[in-house]
């Protein structure tokens, strides 16, 4: 008659006293493992009207620092890769676009204003598009905007492209 042993098998640089495991064992564990794997979350897709709803939120605090005549803040929200098409030709690099636009901070009255009309999300989360009106100091509509917002650290929303156009105004036919 023949004694029956347990299917065992060797675990690599076990000693040898303890060097066998059972197979339903290492069955047990390998499922186990298996499913604490399968508890991982995929990442959360961002959720579109909240990201709106933050560049929307950026570009009105981006437009309060013109109002405010806070240089320093409007700084705050350039991206060291922004490009503006300001002047005759665009300006790239914070440092540029900052001094170009210093000129519209020295006075005590703001120069014009403008505020975010419509906003755009790609899906990933991380551009953004906003775009609106400009306004003289007597709210009169002189120009449009449009940015684009890029997310650089979660919830920090900094302008990578920014270009105003005039509108014309034309006498309507």
Request: aromatic content about 10%.
């Amino acid at each position: 008659m023949t004694t029956s042993r347990p299917l065992t098998m060797t675990v690599i640089g076990a000693s040898p006293q303890h060097g066998e495991l059972p197979v339903r064992i290492a069955i047990l564990v390998v499922a186990a493992l298996a499913a604490l794997a399968g508890c991982t979350t995929a990442p959360q897709r961002p959720n579109p009207a909240e990201l709106r709803r933050q560049v929307a939120d950026t570009e009105r605090a981006f437009a309060k620092t013109m109002a405010d005549r806070d240089y320093a803040a409007f700084t705050s929200f350039l991206s060291s890769e922004a490009v503006f098409f300001s002047g005759p030709e665009p300006r790239h690099g914070k440092q540029e676009v900052a001094d170009w636009w210093k000129r519209y901070y020295d006075k005590p009255q703001a120069p014009f204003s403008w505020e975010p009309e419509r906003v755009e999300v790609l899906d990933s989360g991380t551009l953004a598009l906003s775009t609106g009106p400009v306004r003289d100091p007597n709210g009169k509509l002189i120009a449009t905007f449009t940015s684009i917002w890029r997310l650089e650290a979660p919830g920090t929303w900094r302008i990578i492209f920014d270009k105003g156009n005039e509108v014309c105004d034309c006498p309507k036919s």
